[in-house]
């Protein structure tokens, strides 16, 4: 086979963008292709092809006017989509985001060219079928899905010839919805471990749970939980933008939670630094990259099985797995931590060498090559 090279699609910026920069600094990258600014990449201007034409706009439009946003999307991704496929290079694989590249990786499948899939999450249709239970068993309304979108990424799954998932629990919704074992690969995602480092001593009993706070998220078992423990010495502090409606249904009004919406990297490391645990209450996730963040802050993570724990944490070592949807798990865990802190110091500590020995985006980026070199050749 020749030497594998590789162009990598994606329309935002999640860890794709890592992992095109493991990807140039392993001599492999041909290009990628995107809607990041340039100067947000730090790869070398020849290697990077953006498309800001129609994407800057749509986030400024889809905020002003929310009900748009559905078709202000299919519009972008239709358009950077095609755009994309005219502008591969000559690679030997091609791995682009999920749902934002069907066109082109049926043009480079065509070509003979392999194709990767790369899901951050669940097969869609599990990630529906959970979290539309999830609504109607707490009387939340529907997490939007947008068949458009949902049909491309079924045309991904069927095309690619390897789909790249971070965590077994995320594999296995694939393989119950009858997609063979080979081609589905569990790489979980790296974790800068000198941008993300312990801080100050935290304040005890601080809670801190990060990402967008709504259903997904599992935040009303978290603030369920918090209202619950035994100590009122506890706080509970949501960093992420806070969905529509949620406010009320959380009932942040009451200022018992702490929320402070939507912040830069900055601020959410300095949250992390400050807390002395970190709550991830999902109901369904891949691999939250905020977890292995989180351990490398030194702080014991309680975590819902659904959340692709399992690839960072031993039970009872780096911090505690629950079940998902369930309030009084939770509360129990942070209960038993709040109430061991010299424990909960040592499993925090465990954590910060869990990740430092995992190998970081180095170890990622190495895994992701051979995932796509796997492609390559059988396509070869």
């Not at 755009?83 to 999920?98: C, I, M, T, Y």
């Not at 369904?284 to 659904?306: D, F, K, N, R, Y």
């Amino acid at each position: 086979m020749e030497r594998l090279t590789a162009t990598v699609i994606s329309a935002y910026p999640f860890h794709m963008i890592d992992q095109a920069r493991q990807l140039h600094e392993l001599g492999v990258l041909e290009r990628l292709v995107t809607t990041v600014p340039r100067s947000r990449v730090g790869l070398p201007v020849g290697q990077v092809k953006t498309r800001m034409r129609y994407a800057a706009a749509r986030r400024v439009a889809g905020r002003a006017v929310p009900r748009l946003d559905p078709t202000l999307n299919r519009f972008v991704v239709r358009d950077f989509d095609q755009w994309a496929s005219k502008r591969l290079g000559r690679p030997s694989v091609v791995n682009a985001l999920s749902g934002f590249a069907t066109a082109t990786v049926t043009r480079a499948s065509a070509e003979g060219v392999a194709v990767c899939c790369d899901r951050g999450s669940w097969h869609i249709e599990e990630q529906k079928r959970v979290l539309d239970e999830e609504a109607e068993r707490i009387g939340a309304p529907l997490v939007r899905f947008d068949r458009f979108m949902a049909e491309r990424e079924l045309q991904e799954y069927d095309l690619a010839d390897r789909i790249l998932v971070p965590s077994e629990r995320a594999r296995r919704t694939f393989l119950d919805r009858g997609i063979s074992a080979e081609r589905v690969v569990t790489i979980p995602y790296g974790v800068d471990v000198t941008e993300f480092v312990p801080g100050a001593p935290p304040q005890p009993g601080a809670i801190v749970s990060v990402g967008t706070v709504g259903m997904r998220k599992g935040h009303r078992y978290l603030v369920d939980a918090f209202r619950s423990l035994s100590t009122s010495a506890a706080s509970l502090t949501l960093v992420g933008p806070v969905e529509p409606g949620w406010d009320a249904l959380l009932g942040l009004s009451r200022g018992d939670v702490r929320s402070v919406g939507a912040v830069s990297r900055g601020r959410v490391i300095e949250e992390l630094q400050r807390a002395s645990v970190f709550a991830l209450a999902s109901i369904e996730e891949g691999l939250a990259l905020v977890l292995a963040q989180a351990m490398a802050c030194g702080l014991p993570v309680v975590a819902t099985e659904s959340t692709g724990v399992r690839e960072l944490v031993e039970d009872g070592v780096e911090g505690l797995i629950v079940a998902p949807a369930d309030s009084a798990a939770l509360a129990e865990a942070l209960d038993w931590l709040l109430s061991n802190p010299d424990r909960a110091k040592a499993m925090g500590a465990a954590g910060r060498r869990r990740v430092e020995g995992f190998g970081g985006w180095d170890r990622y980026g190495r895994a992701v090559v051979a995932a796509l070199a796997d492609a390559a050749r059988e396509r070869a």
